[in-house]
């Protein structure tokens, strides 16, 4: 089970990155992938996961509108496209993946417990 991230880095207030993530070793099992973050002296939280089932899709109620999770099956990859980020978007952001469908309700992500994670990216908001 591996899940390698990519993408990290430094941008200025109000641009854009993207994360992508290639998971391998257990594709035809997981029910949910997606990306949590840690900012420095906080809680790790849910930002955005997609269910392998029906595709249902759930972010991060402050990321809504700002960030965009999509799936290539063919390449086993996820992508976080992050556009309009703010300062308090800066943390190391996780890609996971869980046995279970992603916890959320209508496009609000709960988060929750994710069996799987890959190492973490660094992306920082400054100016």
């Known amino acids: 089970v591996q899940l390698q991230a990519s993408g990290g880095g430094l941008v200025q207030p109000g641009g854009s990155l993207s994360l992508s993530c290639a998971a391998s070793g257990f594709t035809s099992h997981y029910g949910a992938i997606g990306w949590f973050r840690q900012a420095p002296g906080k809680e790790r939280e849910g930002v955005s996961c997609i269910s392998t089932s029906d595709r249902s899709t759930y972010y991060l109620g402050s990321v809504k509108g700002r960030f965009t999770l999509s799936r290539d099956d063919a390449k086993n990859t996820v992508y976080l496209q992050m556009n309009d980020l703010r300062p308090e978007d800066t943390a190391v952001y996780y890609c996971?993946?869980?046995?279970?469908?992603?916890?959320?309700?209508?496009?609000?992500?709960?988060?929750?417990?994710?069996?799987?994670w890959g190492k973490g990216t660094l992306v920082t908001v400054s100016s």
């Open positions: 996971v993946a869980g046995l279970l469908p992603c916890l959320g309700y209508g496009d609000l992500y709960y988060g929750g417990n994710m069996d799987y």
